[in-house]
């Protein structure tokens, strides 16, 4: 997608950040990768959660490992090529980026793994398993060091065995500092040590558990703790204090010539043995992850907003410019509105001409256009926790729950309806046959006679998801057990068995050849059936479901759980598992499902749109 497409495809408002601007013959161009390990997935996801950086000197580009896969910055050229979980990285959450002397590329997985492109795919170095990474680092001959709770490994090639293994430090090392198998360096939650005879040291001036970064320049090791930033010079091991513009934890070092570049209390300065030297005196809102020493005096910011470039006492922002990284206003000053990668509602809105996904995450409203590819932010919901989406029969107004401001409805004529009568958080909301239904923390809300009505019940636990297939029938999903009010009598009945104790997390009531058929996602499995007759399914035995959808033109049901997605195929009254998909099988983003949604295009293409804490997924079929 192209910073071209930005356009107004619906007339609702919007805030005044929100709005589209030109975009200068210099913004930066995406390049597809050339091929994908998983052919049937897509991910949209923001890679502005910048966590490492690193630079390919051969070939001047820069990686990024952020909380939504890989960005390679190809910087002479100014493109850009994204990479997620369908090139093969298992799930979008990357801990580390680096380039070995020989150009390979390597990256760490947040919970396991280390990964090396090759052809554009991402592939698992299986020498070591699904080990957990901490930090990954080069040496000054450019090998690859890998640091674990297991032990520190130095590793050549993809297709052998590491070189060199070291046996572990205690804790997992959070910054290594190695110039060679004989200048060994890192600090971890019991302090600093260095590996010498055979066996880690702890140093005795760093035995506190505060120091969260290092970097070693020259004769010098240099300490970033929670209270600021320490030089050692190890010749003679005193270490002394410097003293920088504001107090604070040190989070990222990169050595420079002259010393290091901190990041200090949010500030980013050039420290020498004698003396601070800030950028600017701007100070960062975003956390500052990582820096990156380029050309000249030029260095590189990872923030948790985005990447920045410093030089020539100035800071500026290095952005992808296009959707969805950045959404609305492009700025080389001003951080723009991006896209919130917790998804945690999904809903279509089914036009003559086109479709349009809403979707909920936890800081904002987002849409995006099916036909043109083109993202929105809903600015008057902007930064706030939406809980559940849904669309009127009709297609007219799209309902959004949110947690901080409670229940609004959003109409094609420019309106924002706000509920006035229904408390907030809402969590959850279902159209029903005839009518809408909403739970909050207060109970059961019905909308009626254009206003929405609180409904009185007495319940045990928690009101926590509902469904409504039939007139008469409402189903409640409760922290302690299944309900069901029927709605003609005002009659609430508990279900017995399993399902009258067990935390309800998912429901789904669909009409099947004028029979309803009910499905109950629990903490401890799924169930199908109705009233007094309840089947569970062996297959999700002790799974959280979290989330479904029923595909009626396929008579597919799509189960989210917390380790996965499956899928049922439904014929008669037998049901048959013929999908699961994982971080390891597919291009999901997460194995934690917390949404889902189904659209179909003019072709009759079926997508399977997945909300993960990690961003949103996409399964063509």
């Known amino acids: 997608m192209s910073s071209k497409n930005y356009q107004l495809d619906l007339p609702v408002p919007v805030g005044g950040e929100d709005l589209p601007i030109p975009v200068a013959d210099a913004a930066p161009q995406q390049e597809q990768p050339s091929d994908k390990a998983f052919l049937e997935w897509g991910n949209l996801v923001s890679q502005r959660h910048v966590r490492y950086l690193a630079f390919d000197p051969t070939q001047k580009n820069l990686w990024l490992a952020t909380g939504g896969g890989i960005l390679h910055w190809k910087l002479e050229l100014n493109r850009f090529v994204r990479y997620a979980s369908e090139h093969g990285l298992p799930g979008n959450s990357v801990l580390a980026v680096t380039v070995d002397g020989a150009g ?3 990256a760490a997985h947040e919970l396991f793994g280390i990964y090396y492109l090759k052809n554009d795919t991402w592939r698992p170095y299986r020498i070591l398993g699904e080990v957990k990474v901490s930090c990954l680092t080069l040496d000054s001959t450019g090998k690859l060091w890998a640091g674990t709770a297991s032990g520190i490994y ?3 090639t993809p297709d052998r065995k590491p070189v060199i293994e070291l046996p572990p430090a205690g804790f997992p090392p959070r910054v290594m500092a190695i110039a060679n198998e004989y200048d060994i360096w890192l600090c971890n939650a019991q302090g600093v040590y260095n590996y010498k005879n055979s066996s880690w040291i702890r140093s005795s001036d760093s035995v506190q558990p505060d120091v969260l970064t290092l970097a070693r320049q020259g004769k010098n090791l240099w300490l970033g703790t929670f209270r600021g930033l320490v030089c050692i ?22 050595p420079h010539p002259q010393g290091v570049w901190a990041a200090c209390g949010g500030q980013v300065g050039l420290a020498t043995e004698t003396g601070w030297n800030p950028l600017t005196e701007k100070q960062f809102n975003a956390p500052i992850t990582s820096l990156l020493v380029g050309r000249d005096d030029q260095v590189w910011i990872g923030t948790h907003d985005g990447l920045l470039r410093g030089e020539n006492k100035q800071i500026l922002l290095h952005l992808t410019d296009n959707p969805p990284d950045v959404i609305g206003l492009a700025s080389r000053e001003k951080s723009p509105p991006t896209f919130s990668s917790l998804v945690q509602a999904l809903s279509v809105q089914q036009f003559a001409d086109r479709s349009i996904l809403w979707i909920g995450t936890a800081l904002g409203l987002f849409r995006y256009d099916l036909f043109t590819e083109s993202w929105r932010r809903y600015g008057r919901l ?12 009709d297609q007219e107004t799209v309902w959004v729950a949110s947690w901080s401001s409670g229940l609004h409805g959003l109409k094609q004529q420019n309106e924002l309806q706000t509920a006035p009568n229904i408390s907030e958080p809402i969590l959850t909301l279902t159209a029903g046959s005839r009518h809408y239904w909403a739970v909050g923390l207060d109970g059961l ?3 009626k006679d254009s206003g929405w009505i609180r409904v009185e019940l007495s319940v045990r636990g928690w009101l926590q998801v509902i469904t409504q297939a039939v007139t008469d029938h409402l189903w409640l999903g409760t922290s302690a057990g299944l309900l069901l009010y029927k709605t003609d009598t005002k009659r609430l ?9 067990v935390e309800i997390r998912s429901l789904l009531a669909i009409n099947r050849d004028e029979l309803e058929q009910v499905w109950v996602g629990t903490s401890q499995g799924l169930y199908m059936g109705n009233v007094d007759n309840w089947e569970p399914i062996p297959e999700l035995e002790n799974r959280i479901i979290t989330a479904l959808v029923w595909d009626k033109n396929n008579s597919n049901l799509w189960v989210g759980t917390d380790r996965g997605l499956f899928c ?37 293409e079926t997508k399977l749109w997945v909300g993960t804490p990690c961003g949103l997924s996409c399964y063509t079929y």
């Open 382 to 393: 902007a930064s706030q926790d939406i809980r559940a989406i849904i669309t009127s029969l």
């Open 104 to 106: 390979q590329v390597w």
């Open 445 to 447: 809300y019905q909308y």
């Open 233 to 254: 010079d190890l010749t003679t091991n005193k270490p002394h204090k410097i003293n920088t513009t504001y107090t604070g934890e040190i989070t990222a070092l990169a």
């Open 568 to 604: 049922l195929l439904s014929q008669g009254n037998s049901r048959k598992m013929v999908n699961e998909f994982n971080i390891h099988n597919s291009g999901l983003g997460a194995n934690r499902v917390t949404a889902l949604t189904i659209s179909t295009g003019e072709d009759q």
């Open 154 to 156: 130095a590793i050549n």
């Open 493 to 501: 009945t508990p279900i017995t068995g399993n399902l009258g104790s």
